[in-house]
């Protein structure tokens, strides 16, 4: 089956570091992923849209910036949050495409705690 | 923009009891309706999804239809069970665009 793995599942920083979060699509290939996050008491918002050999769209309030991201192949992505603050803190999921059923998966999330 | 509102939460229902969430969205495409499930400490995961108006979705018993003159798309289940206790999202997806956008999600909680 197809499976969306998200590492790691839980992070601390302190104010000011940055840290970085995976993304491995397991039982299929990944055309596309996005990345969300969820902050507390909020819904998921779309931080910014990866496809393979294209250039990686960021929403608005998010920028390459402040949340960096590399999709080198079809299965793995990651994304890199810089100079974290306590704005920042929630749950990242990353949501991948499969290219053959065109359904999107989301991992179970990374959550981060800024202090 | 794109933007969905559902049924503001906590909802608490007695376990047997019928379960209606309400949702509504706005786009200015043509979208695709989603219903997703979220547990504790895991990512959404879909419950089903709509493509086409006047269609219904379904599974493990929950049910909406996409009503686009109302722009609509109404979770019912006939009987909860305490398993049903989560957050459920309404989400549209506008055709030909890989974006998803969430609705703020109901906290749904069932009492044995």
């Known amino acids: 089956g197809a499976l969306v793995y998200q590492y790691p599942r839980r992070t601390i920083c302190k104010s000011g570091t940055s840290m970085r979060m995976e993304c491995q699509a397991v039982g299929f290939q990944a055309t596309s992923v996005a990345w969300y996050r969820q902050s507390p008491q909020k819904t998921f918002e779309l931080i910014a849209l990866s496809t393979v050999n294209s250039a990686i769209k960021y929403e608005q309030n998010f920028t390459q910036e402040k949340f960096p991201i590399s999709h080198p192949n079809l299965s793995f992505s990651s994304m890199t949050v810089l100079n974290a603050y306590l704005e920042d803190r929630g749950l990242y999921l990353c949501?991948?495409?499969?290219?053959?059923?065109?359904?999107?998966?989301f991992g179970p999330g990374t959550r981060l705690t800024v202090l | 923009g794109d933007s969905v509102t559902q049924t503001e939460g906590p909802v608490t229902l007695s376990e047997g009891t019928s379960l209606t969430v309400n949702c509504s969205y706005e786009t200015k495409q043509y979208p695709t309706l989603f219903w997703y499930v979220q547990y504790p400490g895991e990512g959404p995961q879909l419950l089903f999804k709509?493509?086409?108006?006047?269609e219904k979705g379904s599974s493990r018993g929950f049910e909406a239809t996409y009503n686009k003159e109302a722009t609509s798309f109404h979770l019912q289940k006939a009987s909860v069970q305490e398993s049903d206790s989560a957050v459920y999202y309404c989400?549209?997806?506008?055709?030909?665009?890989?974006?998803?956008?969430f609705g703020a999600g109901t906290k749904l909680t069932i009492k044995p």
């Open positions: 709509v493509p086409k108006a006047n």
């Open positions: 949501g991948a495409r499969d290219w053959g059923s065109y359904e999107q998966y």
């Open positions: 989400a549209l997806s506008p055709y030909g665009n890989e974006k998803i956008t």
